[in-house]
């Protein structure tokens, strides 16, 4: 067994002597079988969110009313879920009423596609009622059950398929793919950050050319925040090679090909507004990058990994090849005198020194045209030098007028 379930034994023996069941179950399962990275270890349980609570001394409530709470155990913390049977959907989204059960086999019936349907006890043992290992094996997504009523349960499931092809680079088993064409449309009952969620995981994915001609043939881009330019967009970058593109490399080459207000753009899909101003600024640049090579000056008011961000898309653009994108940036970057205002050697003080004149918007213009030079390494950047420098330049404007 691998370390994070190793760390995570203990929960599942004391919950199991206080005579419950517990298992480890989901993702993480799935990745373990698939030699992938594991990330949360999720544990579902017969005991109820209560009786959780009286067994661990360190819990935090996070979805008592889905049965969820966190127990914290030495420096990390686990959801412990109850079994749980999903009854009455309502609009095609969240269950409208959680009903705990003590079955581990309806809990597993509950969940999406087989391959998250498998459950694992402390000694390694699996619990796979639905076959998700094969279906791991043959790397194929098929729900538990017809997957036409799955998708009406919970249409939120068909962005879910979609994104486990670009992440895992699996396809989509037939009948299920054949309900996700046909019942596309019930998308529309999903909010939008939840959509976005799953695309943002789309994005990280490695097969996004497969899954973005998903969302595009199975008509699921229609529903999707901004659906006519968001279908455009996505028509044209699967055109270039995307799949190696980062999340925000890719936000950028999709903002690139859209025609509206970017800012605007990106805020339907309720991207924090910190993501929204690196994303337009980077836009920006590109366009200039459009235009020509980089230089000390447009290099100099971006961050490092922005400049590695607008390469990486401009070559692709370019279908130029993008192996040594960090490396060429980074040295170009690594290359200028100062990477900021704060590095300059020289501050207001010192010119309201040196010109005996009270200070003004006069001394950010002086500060733009030495930091300027400094970059282009007409003068080095000390006190001295740039002292003579601004001095000599203001005298020969005073004789010249
Ligand atoms: P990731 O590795 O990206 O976290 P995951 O499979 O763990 O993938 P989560 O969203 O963390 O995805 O969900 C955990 C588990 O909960 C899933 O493996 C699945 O069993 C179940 N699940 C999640 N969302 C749904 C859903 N919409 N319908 C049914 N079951 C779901
Ligand atoms: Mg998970």
Redesign the pocket.
């Known amino acids: 067994m691998q370390e994070p379930f190793l760390q995570a034994i203990p929960i599942l023996k004391k919950i199991e002597s206080y005579g419950y069941e517990a298992y480890f179950?989901?993702?993480?399962i799935?990745?373990l079988l698939l030699n992938r990275t594991i990330?949360?270890v999720?544990i579902a349980t017969s005991a109820t969110p209560e009786e959780i609570k009286k067994i661990f001394d360190r819990t935090v409530d996070v979805g008592i009313e889905h049965g969820t709470v966190l127990v914290l155990h030495k420096d990390k913390r686990y959801e412990v879920t109850t079994f749980r049977a999903?009854s009455q959907y309502k609009d095609y989204r969240h269950p409208d009423k959680v009903e705990f059960i003590r079955s581990l086999q309806m809990d597993?019936e509950?969940?999406?596609?087989t391959?998250?349907?498998i459950a694992m006890d402390q000694f390694g043992n699996l619990k796979d009622p639905f076959d998700g290992k094969t279906d791991i094996n043959r790397k194929i997504i098929r729900t538990v059950g017809a997957a036409e009523s799955?998708f009406h349960?919970?249409a939120?499931?068909m962005m879910?398929a979609v994104?486990?092809v670009s992440?895992l680079e699996f396809s989509i088993d037939k009948d299920t793919r054949n309900a996700l064409f046909q019942h596309a449309n019930l998308l529309h009952f999903i909010a939008v950050e939840r959509i976005t969620n799953e695309f943002i995981?789309l994005l990280k994915g490695t097969a996004k050319t497969a899954a973005i001609s998903i969302l595009l043939e199975s008509a699921l881009v229609n529903f999707m925040p901004n659906p006519y330019d968001t279908k455009y967009s996505l028509t044209k970058c699967i055109h270039y090679q995307i799949d190696i593109l980062s999340e925000d490399q890719m936000w950028l080459i999709i903002l690139y090909f859209q025609n509206g207000d970017p800012a605007e753009y990106l805020k339907k899909w309720r991207l924090p507004n910190q993501k929204v101003k690196y994303l337009t600024t980077c836009l920006r640049s590109l366009k200039v990058r459009e235009n020509r090579e980089w230089s000390e000056l447009t290099l100099y008011p971006l961050k490092l990994q922005m400049a590695i961000d607008i390469e990486m898309v401009y070559r692709t653009l370019q279908k130029q090849s993008v192996d040594n994108v960090d490396d060429e940036i980074s040295n170009k970057y690594e290359r200028l005198v100062i990477k900021s205002r704060e590095e300059l050697q020289v501050g207001g003080n010192d010119l309201i020194g040196w010109f005996n004149r009270p200070a003004g918007p006069w001394i950010k213009e002086a500060l733009n045209i030495i930091e300027e030079a400094v970059l282009l390494k007409k003068i080095k950047n000390s006190k001295d030098a740039i002292k003579g420098w601004i001095l000599n330049k203001c005298n020969h404007q005073q004789e010249q007028n």
């Open positions: 179950v989901g993702g993480s799935r990745d990330s949360d999720d999903e597993l509950r969940r999406d596609f391959m998250n349907a799955r349960e919970d939120l499931r879910r994104r486990f992440q995981k």
